[in-house]
């Protein structure tokens, strides 16, 4: 294990989410990516935001400690069996139980040309 070192915030915000159902074959999908440099185990607690419907809490994953994880939202259900709706905007509150560095990618495959985005989220104090 390492020294203990540990980096990142607890909270990180993610303001712009969306998981488009178009595709020229390759799934479009996003991640939310996760480095735990600490010797604890996080437990990763995220709840989805709306413009137009109440937010969806319940979204649970883990990193190991000195670990990464991609969290894959086209894979991810909910304590109740939700899935992340697909075709809608949305932000992520990601809540870790230790300091973690959070980064969001997005792989667009509704053109013959993919896209890919990534931005690191916004670490909240």
Request: glycine share 6%; with cysteine.
């Amino acid at each position: 294990m390492n020294s203990g070192k540990k980096y990142g915030k607890k909270t990180w915000l993610i303001p712009d989410g969306f998981y488009n159902s178009k595709s020229t074959g390759a799934v479009s999908h996003e991640a939310v990516c996760v480095l735990n440099t600490g010797d604890n185990d996080a437990e990763i607690n995220m709840t989805l935001y709306f413009e137009d419907r109440h937010k969806m809490p319940g979204f649970k994953s883990y990193c190991l400690a000195g670990r990464t994880h991609h969290i894959r939202m086209d894979k991810l259900l909910s304590v109740s069996g939700q899935s992340v709706p697909m075709d809608t905007a949305y932000a992520i509150l990601v809540e870790s139980s230790v300091e973690v560095v959070v980064q969001y990618s997005r792989l667009d495959t509704s053109q013959a040309e993919m896209a890919l985005m990534t931005t690191v989220a916004y670490p909240v104090e």
